[in-house]
């Protein structure tokens, strides 16, 4: 099946340093990526939408200039977290979907725990 | 309101026993269900998508009450292996997002 894969899968960083976190399709094509957080016991929460080679489309909350994300490619989209600052400490995870493929069929890479101290 | 609203449990079952998962979602102009699986700091799964009919997949059945807005999974003849956290996930109506429920803890005991 789909693979979706992720890196690095843990971070630990100081507070004001930026983290990039990368997603990658690896045996398909991904016209959409999503980017999700998870709190502990919570729920995951869509962070943002992007579609190859066209802006993220950013959920209600969400600051855009904390958050980058940059969809070059059919396989690849990285999130950058901006002077990250201990609340920013999550799961985050990304899924990824081929073109026009059903809702069913979007994929979750293994997640990155990122801890900023 | 949530828009997606499980019981968090945790639902604690010996093996072999069966359990039901229930969930309700606020938007009523939604058109796709599904349930995932997700384990302890990992990804969550595809569990199945959920079908206004009703559907099964061996041991798990799935039902939606669109006019309650409502949605179940049954778990039958429970494995130690179904231990996991089980996400009710709705879209958003007229886009692709998912909206995940809390999840529902379930512990299987030998």
């Known amino acids: 099946g789909a693979v979706v894969s992720q890196h690095p899968s843990r971070v630990i960083c100081k507070s004001g340093t930026s983290v990039k976190i990368e997603c990658r399709s690896l045996?398909?094509?991904?016209?959409?990526m999503f980017w999700y957080r998870q709190f502990p016991k919570q729920s995951l929460m869509l962070m943002a939408t992007?579609?190859?080679?066209?802006?993220?489309?950013?959920e209600q909350g969400v600051e855009k200039d904390k958050f980058l994300i940059n969809h070059a490619s059919l396989t690849l989209s990285t999130l950058t977290v901006t002077s990250a600052h201990p609340e920013d400490s999550s799961f985050y995870i990304c899924?990824?979907?081929?073109?026009?493929?059903?809702?069913?069929?979007?994929?979750f890479g293994p997640g990155t725990r990122l801890l900023v101290l | 309101r949530k828009e997606v609203e499980q019981d968090p449990g945790p639902f604690n079952v010996p093996e072999g026993a069966t359990v039901a998962f229930n969930c309700t979602y606020s938007?009523?102009?939604?058109?796709?269900f599904f349930w995932y699986r997700q384990d302890c700091r990992k990804e969550p799964k595809l569990l199945m998508s959920?079908?206004?009919s009703g559907n099964e997949d061996g041991r798990f059945t799935a039902q939606l009450n669109r006019a309650s807005q409502y949605i179940s999974l049954l778990i039958r003849d429970s494995k130690l292996s179904d231990s996991a956290t089980y996400l009710c996930?709705?879209?958003?109506?007229?886009?692709?997002?998912?909206?995940f429920g809390t999840g529902t803890r379930l512990q299987v005991f030998p």
């Open positions: 938007n009523s102009a939604s058109q796709s």
């Open positions: 996930v709705v879209n958003d109506s007229g886009t692709d997002k998912l909206i």
């Open positions: 992007s579609n190859e080679g066209s802006k993220a489309t950013y």
């Open positions: 899924s990824a979907r081929e073109g026009l493929a059903g809702l069913e069929t979007q994929y």
């Open positions: 045996d398909f094509q991904a016209t959409t």
């Open positions: 959920v079908y206004s």
